[in-house]
Structure formats: structure tokens, C-alpha cells
């Protein structure tokens, strides 16, 4: 038998080092956050979009989706009815 064995043996508890270890750190890539970052701003509800704004995302969409057949698609073109009928003078 070995040193440690026969102290197991004669009824000495094998004291391990219980230090407590520091879980390993990840290094976070904050995925969510680059997103956020690439974005530049927050998302804005349709309601809230400028004229200009609902046009640049009409834009996108049809680009993206490959038309205006979306749901999303087309509560920005009746936004942008709305405001049109706000301001009938502006067509930008």
C-alpha cells in the first residue's frame, strides 16, 4: 500500500485542495450586441415611421422578400397612405 492509502486506512480524511476554482471565463462575443451595434438604432414600430422612412423600408422589403405580398409589406404601404393623405403636398 501506498502513503495515502494506509492514511486513508488508519482514518485521516484525504484533504484535497478544495481552493475554490475560478470557472473558466469564456470570452463572450456578444452576438446580440454586434447586431445591435450593426444596426445603429432600435427598431421602430410602423406607426412611428416618417414618410421617408416607410419608403426606404418599402424598399428593403421589396428587395428582400421579392415583392409586397407580406403582411409586413403592406401595413407599410398603408402607412404611407396615411401620411400621404396628412400631408398631400409632400411625395418624397
Known amino acids: 500500500m501506498?502513503?495515502?492509502?494506509?492514511?486513508?486506512?488508519?482514518g485521516q480524511v484525504k484533504q484535497e485542495s478544495k481552493e475554490a476554482k475560478a470557472p473558466e471565463e469564456k470570452?463572450?462575443?456578444g452576438k446580440k450586441e454586434?447586431?445591435?451595434?450593426?444596426a445603429g438604432t432600435h427598431k421602430k414600430k410602423i406607426n412611428?415611421?416618417?414618410l421617408k422612412e416607410?419608403?426606404?423600408?418599402?424598399?428593403?422589403?421589396?428587395?428582400k422578400m421579392g415583392g409586397l405580398a407580406s403582411s409586413f409589406a403592406r401595413q407599410l404601404l398603408e402607412r404611407k397612405e396615411q401620411l400621404l393623405a396628412r400631408d398631400p403636398g409632400k411625395t418624397e
Open 27 to 29: 470570452p463572450v462575443t
Open 54 to 63: 416607410v419608403e426606404k423600408k418599402i424598399q428593403e422589403t421589396q428587395e
Open 2 to 10: 501506498n502513503e495515502e492509502t494506509k492514511k486513508l486506512d488508519q
Open 48 to 50: 412611428r415611421l416618417t
Open 34 to 38: 454586434e447586431k445591435k451595434e450593426a
